[in-house]
């Protein structure tokens, strides 16, 4: 029996990186029944390397280069797809989806959209309207889906994902502080990226009846088991802190988006996106969400954020 091919698009970043992980950890994988490829842009990479030392063939391609997609969709039976936001996403992801639709091998893709979140008052995250530019961009992606005729394919959305505390435990913790733009009871089922990768890499794995029966031109929303309000993550910090006190601080949008630019380098529309997303929808209660059953089923048990900070507070290096 051929193995199945499943090529992984955006293998070097977190989503993409824990797909493969969850990939490689399955026994088809030991029993050579999967193959996992990578469409990376740099083969020489670090990253790159690391997926090789896992046992990941590497293909050379980029998103803007549709000759590289179509011939590294030539062999992959199935395909994973995730591209971070940047202004040219809704081109680069739809080329993607193009060559998988074009490509006689590719029969299934799953990609990564964002926040499913819908609140009163403003357009859906993901929606032309949207607020959210990066909600706009997923919304026209999602719709290229929708006008796919001969390709399976499954939308995912996720909620906040835990990894973006990281920006926390490297940042305003060391002097024992948070600040966001909204502190009060709302809350958000976080999510992390590894479950994603988990889920994503079952069903990559499901047999085409199950794919077509259950997954097949669905945008199913993911979101942890349990939610937190930003005092309850103040509250984890605290304790995982050996209960050092963490002052909460409450800033505007403007100064949170002014602390993504000039913290963590984020591009400016999108800082204010992100922003948006913490005072239009986590405060709007719309980010308390649970995953339908079609995601419970394949994946019932996730990953606390109480896990995720006693795995990370080690990094924390509090001021004195
Ligand atoms: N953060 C959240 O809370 C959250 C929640 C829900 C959904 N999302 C969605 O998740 C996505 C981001 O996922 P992530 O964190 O896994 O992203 P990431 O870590 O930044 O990874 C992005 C991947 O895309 C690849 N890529 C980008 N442009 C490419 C191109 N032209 N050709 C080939 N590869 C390209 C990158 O490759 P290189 O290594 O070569 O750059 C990298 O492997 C976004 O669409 C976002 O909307 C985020």
């Not at 988990?198 to 929303?221: R, V």
Request: charged residues 25%.
């Amino acid at each position: 029996m051929c193995a199945m091919e499943i090529l992984v698009c955006g293998a070097t970043g977190s989503t993409g990186g824990a797909t493969v992980d969850a990939l490689v950890a399955t026994p088809q994988f030991a029993a050579k029944e999967v193959r996992v490829s990578a469409l990376v842009r740099d083969l020489e990479g670090a990253k790159a390397q690391a997926l090789k030392t896992k046992g990941v063939a590497l293909v050379e391609g980029s998103f803007d280069n549709k000759e590289s997609l179509m011939a590294a969709m030539a062999k992959a039976d199935r395909c994973f797809l995730v591209c971070n936001n940047v202004l040219n996403q809704v081109d680069l992801e739809c080329n993607v989806i193009e060559a998988a639709e074009a490509s006689d091998a590719c029969k299934y893709l799953v990609k990564i959209s964002t926040c499913g979140a819908v609140v009163e008052g403003a357009p859906p995250y993901i929606s032309k309207d949207s607020v959210i530019q990066y909600g706009r961009y997923h919304a026209a992606i999602d719709e290229r889906l929708d006008a796919c005729t001969k390709l399976m394919w499954t939308s995912l959305r996720p909620n906040y994902f835990m990894q973006n505390f990281i920006g926390d435990v490297f940042g305003t913790l060391a002097n024992k502080m948070v600040a966001y733009p909204h502190q009060k009871d709302q809350k958000a089922t976080l999510i992390d990226v590894r479950d994603i990768g988990d889920i994503a890499a079952k069903m990559l794995l499901l047999s085409d009846e199950k794919i077509g029966s259950t997954y097949h031109g669905k945008k199913l929303d993911i979101g942890g088991l349990k939610s937190y309000s930003i005092p309850d993550i103040v509250d984890i910090y605290s304790k995982a802190l050996k209960n050092v006190p963490i002052k909460l601080v409450r800033c505007s949008e403007e100064e949170f988006a002014k602390g993504l630019v000039g913290g963590a380098g984020f591009p400016e529309w999108l800082a204010t996106s992100v922003a948006k997303s913490h005072t239009v929808f986590w405060e709007g209660n719309a980010t308390d969400y649970q995953s339908p059953p079609e995601i419970k089923e394949l994946h019932p048990k996730f990953r606390t954020f109480e896990e995720w900070v006693a795995e990370h507070a080690h990094l924390v290096k509090l001021v004195e």
